[in-house]
């Protein structure tokens, strides 16, 4: 089993920045790909950016050039930096990790809430 636990969602201004970490904890895994994924209310959750075990990584394209994802391996921890925020970035933002032990599998952290003002 693995567990996520993410950190770092709040409440920010419009044009302000925040900080996501999530940590990956547990035992007989490998990690492949982590990532963050987004879901507002009414709404389907969506990529907002991930990065493999080679450390390539892919951004949404209402994202890039604001966002930076990255990793540490030696941590098991993926972070996730975002600047000049929009009110539409408003969303619970979802730690994503793909893993490999006997077999692969996918993992979900429960979400953190990021709120935007105008």
């Known amino acids: 089993q693995v567990h996520l636990v993410e950190s770092g969602g709040g409440l920010v201004q419009a044009g302000g920045s925040l900080s996501l970490s999530c940590a990956a904890s547990?035992?007989?895994?490998?990690?492949?790909?982590m990532g963050w994924y987004r879901q507002a209310p009414g709404k389907q959750r969506e990529l907002v950016a991930r990065?493999?075990?080679?450390?390539?990584?892919d951004y949404a394209d209402s994202v890039k050039g604001r966002f930076t994802i990255s990793r540490d391996n030696t941590k098991d921890t993926v972070y996730l930096q975002m600047n000049k925020l929009k009110p539409e970035d408003t969303a619970v933002y979802y730690c994503?990790?793909?893993?490999?032990?006997?077999?692969?599998?996918?993992?979900w952290g429960s979400g953190t809430q990021v709120t935007v003002s105008s």
């Open positions: 994503y990790v793909m893993v490999v032990g006997a077999t692969y599998r996918d993992y």
């Open positions: 547990g035992s007989g895994f490998s990690i492949n790909t």
């Open positions: 990065i493999t075990s080679a450390s390539s990584t």
